[in-house]
């Protein structure tokens, strides 16, 4: 069982950062994988940016050069870097992780993935 528990967000200004932290529990092995997903209201889910335990990641076109993801293994510990945030970022933030070891770094797609966290909100006002 792998437990997931999201903090960091709040409400920031058009140009601001936020750091997200993702708190793991569980078989390590269980969280090969690791991801950010967001949803904003009426959207689907879409994927941020994952990682896997040796460093590898993915990132959404809209996010690349703005968003950071990193881990402290020691910690179990996931974040998100957020910077130059814009309105269109907000949304509820999710993290993701799943036993699958993906050596060109896990996918984006929300069907990779099988434990979730409870979200944390992001909102960005102009």
């Known amino acids: 069982q792998v437990q997931l528990v999201e903090s960091g967000g709040g409400s920031v200004q058009a140009g601001g950062s936020l750091r997200l932290s993702c708190s793991a529990s569980?078989?390590?092995?269980?969280?090969?994988?690791m991801g950010w997903f967001r949803q904003a209201p009426g959207q689907k889910r879409e994927g941020v940016a994952t990682t896997n335990r040796d460093g590898t990641t993915n990132y959404a076109e809209f996010v690349k050069g703005r968003f950071t993801i990193s881990q402290d293994n020691a910690k179990n510990t996931l974040y998100l870097q957020m910077n130059s945030l814009k309105p269109e970022d907000t949304a509820m933030y999710y993290c993701a992780a799943d036993s699958i070891f993906w050596s060109r770094g896990p996918p984006l797609g929300v069907e990779a993935f099988r434990y979730w966290g409870q979200g944390t909100q992001v909102t960005v006002s102009s």
């Open positions: 569980g078989y390590t092995t269980s969280r090969r994988s």
